[in-house]
């Protein structure tokens, strides 16, 4: 019966340790790959596609670049915040559905398409939306990490430094049981 509690307990343990993982910003890497947001016009924060606010995180102990831009239809724009503070915007263009860009990559580069492009020096970032603008109610824009050596969030050190105590326990245990 012991043994049963036990691993119950680990494994709640585990859980909470995962869910709050989960719980907090998006963790972008370091290799260009974009991360979709909703923009809605007049909003104060980027939204998943829950429409519920949405940050991305980054840490890196050598120094990167941040990317955002427009895509899809040109026309949107938004400020953003890092750790809280207000940081920029994205250039504003003017509505236009006379294109269509399919992928971030499409887009970023072209006049036509809002975007800006940020150097930031090594650290942990979050970076949240500020405001936006989208003519047709609601647009879709992407951020990007480049560059930069990943560190991991602390977050998951403190899941993975459990997951170790666990396995060291669990050895002890089957130890004691063969002895």
Not at 18 to 38: E, H, K, M, T
Not at 45 to 50: C, G, S, T, Y
Not at 89 to 107: C, G, H, Q
Not at 115 to 144: C, H, K, L, N, T
Request: charged share 15%; net charge negative; hydrophobic share 45%.
């Amino acid at each position: 019966m012991r043994n049963i509690v036990n691993k119950l307990f680990l494994s709640a343990a585990l859980l909470g340790a995962s869910a709050s993982v989960l719980a907090g910003p998006v963790a972008l890497n370091g290799n260009g790959d974009w991360y979709n947001f909703n923009v809605i016009d007049g909003s104060g924060a980027w939204l998943n596609d829950a429409f519920t606010p949405l940050e991305f995180s980054y840490s890196s102990s050598t120094s990167f670049t941040l990317r955002i831009t427009d895509f899809l239809s040109a026309g949107e724009f938004t400020g953003f915040r890092v750790n809280g503070s207000y940081f920029g915007a994205t250039n504003v263009v003017a509505e236009d559905y006379s294109e269509l860009a399919f992928t971030p990559d499409e887009a970023f580069g072209r006049a036509l398409w809002s975007q800006g492009s940020w150097q930031f020096g090594p650290g942990s970032y979050v970076f949240s939306g500020d405001f936006g603008r989208a003519p047709a109610g609601q647009g879709v824009m992407a951020i990007s990490v480049q560059g930069g050596n990943a560190v991991p969030e602390p977050s998951a050190l403190s899941l993975l430094a459990l997951a170790g105590l666990a396995a060291v326990c669990a050895r002890s245990r089957r130890h004691k049981v063969e002895s």
